[in-house]
């Protein structure tokens, strides 16, 4: 795989299916994390010097969704009031 373009739709594929995960499944917080880790060291095998980027870009992303859709009730409530 040497077409840039096609090793990056490759990382957002990888992206994505962490999304997924957190949207709609009801895998264990570790098994995000193995796979969020996947997707931080494929980046990293793409581009060694962004490793910044990917917690802009991605890292937070998969947080936002889990403080959104993962949070116990108790916690997103908390969460609101800071």
């Known amino acids: ?3 840039p373009r ?3 739709r490759e990382l957002q594929r990888m992206a994505d299916r962490v999304c997924v995960l957190i949207l709609s499944s009801d895998l264990p ?3 995000v994390e ?3 880790s996947k997707v931080r060291q494929r980046c990293l095998d793409l581009c060694p010097d962004r490793e910044q980027l990917y917690e802009m870009v991605y890292e937070s ?3 936002r969704l889990w403080d959104q859709f993962r949070a116990e009730p ?3 409530f908390f969460q609101k009031l800071q």
Request: no cysteine.
């Open 6 to 8: 096609e090793r990056m």
């Open 29 to 31: 917080a570790i098994d």
């Open 61 to 63: 992303r998969f947080q």
């Open 34 to 36: 193995i796979e969020k």
């Open 1 to 3: 795989m040497t077409d």
């Open 74 to 76: 108790e916690e997103r």
